[in-house]
Every structure is written in C-alpha cells, then in structure tokens.
C-alpha cells in the first residue's frame, strides 16, 4: 500500500554528483579544461623551432649573396623584379648596404643567432624557475623559505645592472650574455610556479594520490608540475 502512495524517486548520475549539474562535467573531469592551453603551449614551442629551423636553413643559402659583388653600388634602392625593377639590374629586396650586401640576406642569416639567444635563454630561465618554484612550494618550511629569500635578492637588483655585473664576473662572450640573461629572468617563473604548486597541491587527487603510497617525486613530476604550468604559458 505504501509503495503505491509513495511517488518514484528518479536518481540519476547526475543527482549524485554535484559538479555535474553546473558544468556537464564532474569534479575530476576538470582536468580536461587545461588541454587547449597546453596545446597553445606546444603550438607556440613548435612554431618557435620551426622558425630557428628555418632561419638556419635560409641563412645557409642565402650566405653566399652576404659576398659583395663586383661593380654594385653601396647604398642602392630595393630593387624586385616582380614590381617593376629593370630585369638587367641585380634584384636586391630591401637593398643594399654601405658595404654593397643585400640586405635581405643580412637580415634572414642574423636572424638565426637571434632566436637561437632568445629561444635558448628563455627556455632556461624557464625550466630552472619552474623547477626552483615547483620544488619550494610542493616542500614548504625551511626549503621554501631558503629558495624563496634566494629569488628575492635576485629580484632585489635591476634587471639590467644585474645582468650587466653577471656578464662583468663571468667575462665577455655570446655565452655569458645568455646565461646572465637567463638568471635575470629565473625569479618570475619561479614565483609564478610556486603560487600555482600551492594551490594544486591541496586539491583532492594529490591527497588521494598521498593516500594511496605515492612517493613526493611522484606526486610533484606526475600530479603537481603538469596541473601548475599552466601561468607560465599565459
């Protein structure tokens, strides 16, 4: 008699779950929301490379045009077939220098030292920041403290007239440029990744992964730093 008096009750997946209702999508799913920022992130160090590629690429075989020719004039006009120059003067597309060098070519053979320098630095300051950051807030205490107070004092200095006393100390050279560069720019990715690593580290997953006898290197390389890189690439 009672089950007939008694109306049914419907439960659904969705009852039991509450993320499901606001976001289509429980709790635990949301990690799925940080992919199109790493594919971003992916896309951008791809395209960088393939630009260092084929800026080597282009550099090589335009070096035989950083020649000077014989009997051109310095300093001459851009000069394109295409637009009209005269076919029986030499095509030069930004002109020449005071050298008598096609510009062009100058401008595509450079280009490879500079993103080589830019990529190069970058992605060191990068890796060694991420690394210090993701280290001092999974650790905490006395770590944290100590690398934190080490980012501060970098962080205390100029940038530039830090960067200008590394190069002083560690001598001339392409080399020692891009490392007191790179040192520079350690402290901000540092930083950014500890914020990030304090907050992932109290999220439900990393302490059901502590719960369950993962080790903290684990926890730090496979829970921790892939849910925290996210800021560095924003």
């Keep these: 008699v ?84 005269p076919t029986d003067q030499p095509q030069h ?38 690394l210090i950051g993701a280290v001092a807030g999974y650790a905490g205490g006395k770590v944290d403290n100590g690398l934190m107070r080490l980012m501060d004092m970098l962080l205390a200095f100029p940038a530039l007239l830090l960067a200008l006393v590394i190069v002083t100390v560690l001598g001339k050279g392409l080399i020692n440029a891009m490392i007191s560069v790179a040192i520079v720019s350690i402290p901000v990715y540092a930083r950014v990744m500890r914020a990030s690593v304090l907050a992932v580290r109290e999220q439900d997953y990393v302490t059901a992964a502590r719960a369950l006898g993962e080790g903290s290197a684990g926890i730090l390389v496979r829970r921790v730093i892939p849910n925290s890189i996210t800021p560095l690439s924003g």
């Design 2 to 85: 009672l089950v007939g008096l008694v109306p049914a009750v419907r439960i659904s997946r969705v009852d039991l779950v509450p993320g499901l209702k606001e976001g289509g999508q429980g709790s635990g799913m949301g990690a799925g929301r940080g992919r199109p920022r790493a594919v971003l992130v992916a896309c951008e160090i791809g395209f960088s490379l393939a630009l260092m590629v084929g800026a080597g690429l282009l550099g090589r075989s335009f070096a035989h045009l950083l020649d000077v020719e014989p009997g051109l004039r310095p300093r001459t006009a851009p000069c394109v077939h295409l637009l009209g120059c």
């Design 93 to 130: 597309l930004l002109g020449t220098d005071g050298n008598a060098r096609d510009e062009f070519s100058r401008l595509v053979y450079g280009t490879q030292v500079s993103l080589f320098i830019g990529f190069v630095t970058v992605f060191g300051a990068i890796l060694i920041g991420t």
